[in-house]
């Protein structure tokens, strides 16, 4: 969603003069955390030529967790200063004085387990923070996963200006991925994912709580929750191009009475600035759905389509260098993670990091290679496939085995892939305007030659080309002298990509910047590899800046680090304004 500078109340200003130096330093002795500042020597940049912004790293907390999940979503509350990450390696939320954006720091963690519910149940311990959204008054909403993720989850509340003591909890949907808050402030949007079990013996519908808040900062009650499912769409009623696949009945441990509900996994939400409509990405179904948060209704659902790729080329292989072509009779599924939204002359728009998902569990898994086709029962390629251009390239490309098959069922006449490896610009009602093509995978692979593709856990190259690149996973949108810019996190090789989508139809690229030191490789090193593993960011605007220049705040889950990024105004010969 689009983050704009907030109007401050008459609270939110009396707590930001109450959190004074003295206080926050009092906090931090009582609850110490460790900060470094774990900022690489020489972070790889690329920008446009004449580009408009920089980003330069200044600033990170590391938690000292690699490769555990350790920083994920990010939000910051300007009132206090104050910096929410979470920590799913940990099952919590870390708040961190962010007053010194080059130098943040734990103040403490906020509690969610223990916290009594306001049906009557209690979030155990085993239970696992999976994101945070804080309004201007400091309510804060966690949204919390059962330690039986089939289980339904809960949305904890906390007090922004607090020392961490929970104000009370909802119950809402399974596996409740991800939370924001409408700009109104007035409810909490849950994407409730709702993935099956392992072994598939239980897989639970997806849906959307919608949560009315208190006017005040304090816990809603569970009358407040309503949820959007999907029964709705059952059968006939599924829009073309959404996929459903690889259920209950796919793994053979049962016949669902509602299947496309409990195919349909919400796990990202943008809300439009009317506060009236949410939109909810369905990422392994390929499609969004539009919540109408009046009524906590699913309105409608639209395909995302797909990429294709005997027209926007892409690196299909891991074994072949860097070879960005075009291939015949393959597309790709966009399956984006995160979406944002915002309005340009009274129409909204959505952006979404098209960073592509799998169904890949013991009980059933859509994975196979172009390679596999024809053996261990698998039916084959059609032969008009195989006897396509470069179809022998193709032979490490991950793709799925739920699409593709011809009218008879008996060969594959189209290959189906995953992730768009960019990002794509849509109306509200599906139609896509732009997308950036191959611009990222160009753009990484003359940046960093001999990185290009590479994992995040480990330094190498072109190891990830058969599996989705550099996997666009998170993005937010901010204004920055009356232009709107896209902040997008590449999971995989990392950093931050920034695109200019001031104009919906002609996004921009302006620069990227990752603070990783590709010479360092392996486990044993990654404490010194920098960043690694984009998942969240946020946007902070100049007005509500510590240091009144805007930020980019990121979350990264391998290195378990959170990265504050000084957004960088620049003169058209590149000298940053002010010089």
Known sequence: MTRTAPTRTPRAAALAASLSAAAVSALAVLTPGSASAGLVDEPVTSSAPGAALSLAPLGTYETGVLDESAAEIVEHWAAGQRLLVVNAAQAKVEVLDASDP????????????????????????????????????????????????????????????????????????????????????????????????????????????????????????????????????????????????????????????????????????????????????????????????????????????????????????????????????????????????????????????????????????????????????????????????????????KITRADGLDPTGTCYETLYGFGGRGISVFTSDGRLVADTGDEIERMTAAAVPGSFNSDHATSSFDNRSDDKGPEPEGVTLGKVAGRTYAFVGLERVGGVVVYDVTEPARPRFVTWTDNRDFSVSGTTDLARAGDLGPEGLAFIAADDSPNGDPLVAVGNEVSGTTTLFDVERLRPHGHRVGE
């Open 102 to 397: 080059a130098a943040p720091t734990k103040l403490f963690d906020l509690q969610t387990t223990g916290v009594v519910s306001a049906d009557g149940s209690f979030v155990p311990d085993g239970a696992v923070a999976n994101s945070v959204a804080v309004r201007e008054d400091g309510l804060g909403v966690v949204a919390v996963e059962a330690p039986d993720k089939t289980d339904a989850g809960w949305l904890v509340f906390f007090d922004a200006a607090g020392s961490g003591g929970a104000l009370g909890a909802v119950r809402v949907g399974a596996l409740p991925d991800m939370v924001t808050l409408t700009p109104d402030g007035a409810r909490a949007v849950v994407a409730n994912e709702g993935e099956p079990a392992e072994d598939y013996s239980v897989d639970p519908e997806g849906s959307v709580s919608v949560v009315d808040l208190p006017r005040v900062v304090r816990a809603a009650t569970q009358a407040a929750v309503r949820t959007a499912g999907f029964h709705a769409f059952e059968g006939a009623a599924l829009p073309a191009g959404i996929r459903v696949y690889g259920g209950r009945a796919d793994a053979g441990t049962g016949t669902p009475a509602y299947p496309v509900s409990e195919n349909l996994e919400p796990e990202y939400v943008t809300v439009d600035q009317t506060s009236r409509t949410a939109y909810v990405t369905l990422q392994e179904a390929n499609g969004v759905a539009v919540v109408d948060l009046r009524s906590a209704r699913v309105s409608d659902v639209w395909s995302l389509g797909t990429v294709d790729r005997s027209r926007v080329p892409f690196d299909a292989s891991d074994r072949d260098g860097i070879a960005i072509r075009t291939y015949a009779d393959v597309r790709t599924f966009r399956q984006p993670d995160a979406i944002a939204s915002y309005r340009v002359r009274g129409t909204t728009y959505l952006v979404t990091a098209d960073e592509g998902d799998t169904r890949d569990w013991d009980g059933y898994s859509e994975e196979i290679r172009v390679g596999d086709l024809g053996r261990n029962g698998i039916e084959p390629a059609c032969a008009a496939v195989k006897a396509g251009d470069g179809f022998a390239g193709l032979s490490r490309l």
